[in-house]
Nanobody, 123 residues
Framework: QVQPVESGGGLVQAGGSLRLSCAAS????????MAWFRQAPGKEREFVGA????????YYGDSVKGRFTLSRDNAKNTVYLQMNSLKPEDTAVYYC????????????????WGQGTQVTVSS
């Protein structure tokens, strides 16, 4: 059982950067593919990115590709979402998800979800 806990959200100016963290406990953390999603008011939950269990492969949604970077540190039971060149359109609640099945060309399906952290980008 893994309970992701997000942190690092906040208010930033457009063009700025922010790094989100997702912490989870358990010996099996390193076996899990992890993912980030986000949801803005009035919109559906959107796939942001995913990383395989070994951190070798990453996948990104089109809206963040080239600006966001996922990484993980299995020794710390933590995954990260580095967000650069932030835009007001990136404003959303960001969710970390664990134990994900990664599907080519599709949205990952994940078994464990965090409660989210708010990211607000001002102009």
């Amino acid at each position: 059982q893994v309970q992701p806990v997000e942190s690092g959200g906040g208010l930033v100016q457009a063009g700025g950067s922010l790094r989100l963290s997702c912490a989870a406990s358990g010996r099996t953390f390193s076996n899990y593919a992890m993912a980030w999603f986000r949801q803005a008011p009035g919109k559906e939950r959107e796939f942001v990115g995913a990383v395989t269990w070994n951190g070798i492969s990453t996948y990104y949604g089109d809206s963040v590709k080239g600006r966001f970077t996922l990484s993980r540190d299995n020794a710390k039971n933590t995954v990260y979402l580095q967000m650069n060149s932030l835009k007001p359109e990136d404003t959303a609640v960001y969710y970390c998800a664990a134990d994900c099945v990664l599907v080519v060309g599709g949205t990952p399906r994940c078994n464990f979800w965090g409660q989210g952290t708010q990211v607000t980008v001002s102009s």
